[in-house]
């Protein structure tokens, strides 16, 4: 018998199939059917990272066991996990309770960063601090930090945020400041909801076993050290690229800028600029062929003769002037 089928046979089976005789399976969308698509699913922004920050924290990692050594004693075991690009509100809800948690800046970067120390972490700190072995409270659910407890856990951190400054050093020159303690989660708002962060976590074992402590950027701080933290360009034509050239260039030659001539200068003390009358002279201690400064925004920027043209004060440019 043939597998090949015949005309009419497929005549046949391309009716049934039309009038519904012939089951098909599965159903086809209508040609132009929209599906919707999440920008913002945790699985697109897998994508937005930033490859240096890897070898970044690496190098905090290290300068923090030093720090919290000197600091409580003992040298932790800190163990870096991976980086995750992930909505803030997603971020928020996984914050462990009772976590000690911190805000700061990073200036010159805009926007405010977290610092998340584990209850666990926090209070064997606090422990260490005060000469103990890193004994936990009975319970920690629903346990509040007292004043001593946050002034202590605010000089932690400020060593903690101290040792990232330094970190960064090799990407981007940053000031750490601590800002203040947020006791509420759900206050917290480093970032819209919706909008992505960069968190890692880090496990931190001083004795008692580790737990976590954690460090969450908004993507929006990052996003300008795009290049220098290696994260991939969107590809531009080159064709868009020499239309963003030109605009910008016509932009540029379009701007207002001020110019003005310094003719000369003359120093006095306090005492004779109070003295000063009208019809007072001063000399500029230059001669009127003397060559005269050309200043563009207060720049030094070019020399040259003060003279008349067409009835008006005028300077002919004579160079561009050397530096001051």
Not at 43 to 69: I, Q, T
Not at 277 to 287: F, I, P, Q, T
Request: charged share 25%.
């Amino acid at each position: 018998m043939s597998e090949t089928l015949s005309k009419d046979e497929v005549d046949a089976l391309l009716r049934g199939m039309k009038e519904g005789e012939v089951a098909v399976e599965g159903e086809h969308e209508p040609r132009g059917t929209v599906h919707p698509y999440d920008l913002l699913a945790e699985d697109r922004l897998a994508g937005r990272r930033f490859p240096a920050l890897d070898l970044l924290y690496e190098r905090f990692v290290r300068r923090l066991r030093l720090s919290l050594a000197s600091l409580v004693g003992v040298t932790p075991a800190i163990t870096l996990g991976a980086l995750d690009t992930i909505r803030f509100a997603t971020f928020r809800n996984r914050l462990p309770a009772g976590a000690c948690l911190q805000l700061f800046t990073m200036a010159p970067l805009r926007g405010q960063a977290l610092l998340a120390i584990s209850a666990p972490t926090a209070f064997a700190l606090i422990d260490r601090v005060f000469g103990g072995p890193g004994r936990l409270p009975e319970t920690l659910d629903g346990r509040e930090y007292s004043a001593l407890e946050l002034q202590t856990l605010k000089r932690v951190g400020a060593r903690m945020l101290a040792d990232l400054a330094e970190a960064w050093t090799p990407v981007q020159r940053v000031e750490c400041a601590f800002v203040r303690v947020e006791p509420n989660p759900v206050y917290l708002a480093i970032a819209a909801p919706a909008d992505a962060v960069v968190a890692v976590e880090l496990a931190c074992d001083l004795g008692i076993g580790p737990a976590p402590l954690i460090l969450a950027l908004p993507y929006a701080m990052l996003e300008p050290l795009r290049d220098r933290l290696g994260a991939p360009r969107a590809t531009m034509a080159s064709g868009s690229d020499r239309e963003w050239l030109a605009t910008l260039g016509t932009a540029v030659r379009q701007a207002a800028v001020t110019v003005s001539a310094e003719l000369g200068s003359h120093e006095i003390s306090a005492r004779e600029l109070l003295r000063l009358h009208v019809g007072d002279v001063l000399a500029l201690g230059a001669r009127g062929d003397d060559p005269v400064t050309l200043r563009v925004e207060n720049v030094r920027l070019m020399t040259g003769l003060a003279g008349v043209s067409r009835g008006q004060n005028a300077i002919r440019v004579l160079g561009v002037a050397r530096g001051e």
